[in-house]
């Protein structure tokens, strides 16, 4: 099954007074490289989501992205230094008696003092949390998966018709050859009869070798051949389950040389056209086959 390399998921969670939202995009990559986004206080579950995350991928740009909206893992805990407020009263006492203030202490005076209060936040592991986030990532890699299938189906397509093209333009080449072989023959014959500046019967077995030494010179059988194997090959590999992107890449590449080799032994105006044809669609199979997980 063929797969693209792009594709996007998002899934959204709220449970417990959190939002938790995540959202997986993949693109075009060599090999598989993974880039996970997430709050600090859950940079613990990085190997955790990468892991998860090649489950369902084997090429491609994998970037994951987890926001939590709400109270999350952080825990916010009021601490009190009693004895520097004792030491505050204390002070405050001494001062009412030594200039007769009258003004009593209350405890919004106290609640104006910031330094004897001091909010701390304490990172706690949550399991349900966890388990919540990793489930609404899930989905999230689920979504970007079926998205990357689908995309994969029209790529398999519009492969297999190119392949199909690509089939009759090789058979128009094999069918050729034997035209331009006659041709060679017919060629020689007559430059030999202009050599000799008069009509002569020529030795047919002369005629045929020197029609064999120039023909295998432009054969171009064994590159059809291959050609044909290519295809056949070609079209087994999309069918693969596993990730079949550089199988198809290398194929891609061993057909653009044999059209090249074909195009530079033969002189014949049919074949170069064909050649052209061909190297036009094997081009554009090799830049589809570049999404190709």
């Given amino acids: 099954m063929v797969k693209s390399m792009t594709g996007y998921g998002r899934s959204v969670c709220e449970k417990n007074g959190n939002r938790i939202v995540a959202e997986v995009r993949t693109v075009n990559h060599r090999f598989l490289d993974l880039s996970v986004k997430l709050p600090r206080t859950l940079l613990y579950l990085e190997e955790k989501i990468k892991k998860k995350a090649r489950e369902f991928f084997k090429r491609g740009r ?44 209350t405890v919004r005076d106290l609640l104006h003092m910031e330094e004897p209060f001091d909010i701390q936040e304490i990172e706690e592991e949550d399991d349900e949390l966890e388990k919540t986030l990793m489930d609404t990532l899930n989905q999230a890699f689920i979504h970007a998966y079926e998205m990357r299938i689908e995309e994969g189906k029209a790529i398999s397509q519009d492969l297999k018709n190119r392949i199909h093209d690509i089939n009759k333009l090789v058979a128009n080449l094999e069918e050729q050859r034997e035209a331009v072989i006659e041709y060679y023959r017919e060629r020689i014959k007559q430059r030999i009869e202009e050599y000799a500046r008069e009509e002569l019967s020529i030795e047919e077995s002369r005629i045929l070798h020197e029609v064999a030494l120039l023909a295998e010179k432009g054969d171009i059988s064994e590159e059809v051949t291959r050609l044909f194997s290519h295809t056949r090959q070609f079209i087994a590999t999309l069918s693969m389950s596993d990730a079949v992107g550089r199988k198809l890449d290398f194929i891609v590449q061993e057909m653009l040389r044999e059209s090249n080799t074909i195009g530079s032994k033969s002189n014949d105006a049919k074949i170069s056209s064909w050649v052209v044809a061909l190297k036009s669609e094997i081009e554009k199979i090799k830049e589809q086959v570049q999404n190709v997980e």
Avoid: N
């Fill in 62 to 105: 994998v970037d994951v992205f987890i926001k939590i909206e709400g109270e999350g893992l952080i825990k916010r805990h009021l601490t009190v230094d009693w004895h520097l407020i004792d030491q505050y009263v204390e002070i405050l006492h001494q001062a009412k008696e030594r200039y007769h203030l009258e003004e009593t202490i």
